[in-house]
Structures are given as C-alpha cells and as structure tokens.
C-alpha cells in the first residue's frame, strides 16, 4: 500500500507531465533541470539567475501546481512595474488553464487584487 507521501509524488508526477504537455515550446535545459527539481522537492527550490533566462516558466509550474490541488502559490518581484506586469500574466495563464483569472490575487504594499486568491 502507498503513503500519502508516494501518493502526492504520484499525483505531482502526473501535474508535471499535464504542465509539460501544455507547453508551446521546449523548455530551455536549465528550465528542465529547475521543473523536475521543482516537482520533486518537498520544500521548494530557489531559482536565480540573469533578466530573461526564463524563471517565470518554473513559477507558473508552481502556481498550476497550486491550483491542481487547491492550494496557494506566492510569486514575488522586487519592482511595482514587474508585479503588476506578472500579476496579469498569471492571471492569463490560469485562465488559459481552464480556471478563472480571479483564482489570482495581487497583494502590494499598496494594492490589493483578489486578496484571498
């Protein structure tokens, strides 16, 4: 008989394989590596590296994770401008996911978006 640990590996196994199927191009390979590390880690991973390499691709990994098995996903930026720019293209891709755009909040220091998303 199968833990809970090995059944949620199985279920994550299978939500990377349904993430990998949606993707309109391959990823790059350091994108690849960031993925299965990412749906193999129980406690998360940290991704940096340079402007434009592609990190968003592991966050929208995370948050259609998240909404797979209703939970929550944060995605942090360090810049107003670059929040609201990837608060909306969260919101695109869960709406590309089949889930509404409100499954997405945006919280600031100064405003505040489907807070309980």
Not at 41 to 56: F, L, N, R, W, Y
Not at 110 to 116: D, H, I, M, Q
Request: charged residues 20%.
């Amino acid at each position: 008989m199968s833990t809970a640990a090995e059944k949620l590996q199985n279920r994550r196994d299978e939500i990377a394989s349904e993430y990998l199927d949606l993707l309109p191009y391959a990823p790059y390979p350091v994108q690849e590596e960031a993925l299965l590390e990412w749906f193999s880690s129980e406690q998360g991973i940290m991704v940096c590296a340079p402007t434009g390499t592609g990190k968003t691709l592991i966050a929208e990994a995370a948050m259609f994770e998240a909404l797979k098995l209703g939970r929550t996903a944060y995605y942090t930026t360090p810049l107003i401008a670059l929040t609201d720019q990837k608060f909306r293209e969260m919101q695109d891709a869960a709406v590309t996911w089949g889930y509404s755009a409100d499954v997405v909040g945006l919280v600031t220091g100064n405003r505040k978006v489907n807070s309980e998303a």
